[in-house]
């Protein structure tokens, strides 16, 4: 995870400009020591937003594993080696899976945060992870793993099904 701070201002036509990106933003709530910080103010309240989604992300175990069981039946998808053979179409390793895990935690917890990635289709996407499939295919040792694009494209249905709420 990357928190990055991005100044904008809005120039006389109601454009947005980027002034600066900060690396490592202030989230700090008040200047005052000691001092309670005012959340009626919209600059506090904010941040303070900020700062309560930024930490349910990073700290929330909110997990739904049973939409991923869902999803795995669905799919007809296995976890290597427990559960994996050859009538499912691909299969999945732990660390894959605790991937998918985590990806499904920082959904149901990002509050106002809003994903880049993934999204719904994929489709914004897809050109540069197969490029970056090719990349790592080719020096790939076990080719049963599952493979960039694939993930990519699990990802993907992943996202729409959390999207449709079902």
Do not use: W
Not at 26 to 37: E, I, N, R, T
Not at 51 to 79: A, C, K, M, S, W
Not at 88 to 102: A, G, I, M, Y
């Amino acid at each position: 995870h990357q928190l990055l701070g991005v100044d904008v201002i809005i120039d006389e036509d109601l454009n947005p400009k980027v002034i600066e990106i900060n690396g490592i933003p202030s989230m700090q709530l008040s200047h005052d020591l000691g001092v309670k910080p005012d959340t009626s103010k919209p600059y506090t309240a904010t941040k303070f937003g900020l700062l309560r989604d930024t930490l349910n992300i990073l700290f929330q175990p909110n997990t739904r594993p049973h939409q991923l069981e869902y999803i795995f039946e669905r799919l007809n998808i296995g976890v290597v080696p427990e559960k994996c053979d050859g009538r499912h179409s691909f299969c999945v390793t732990k660390r894959e899976l605790s991937f998918l895990v985590d990806s499904q935690r920082e959904f149901y917890s990002m509050g106002n945060y809003k994903r880049i990635y993934p999204t719904q289709n994929g489709d914004t996407y897809n050109s540069l992870v197969k490029h970056t499939h090719k990349t790592i295919m080719k020096s790939a040792q076990d080719r049963n793993q599952l493979t960039t694009y694939k993930l990519h494209q699990l990802l993907s249905f992943i996202e729409a099904y959390n999207l449709r709420g079902e």
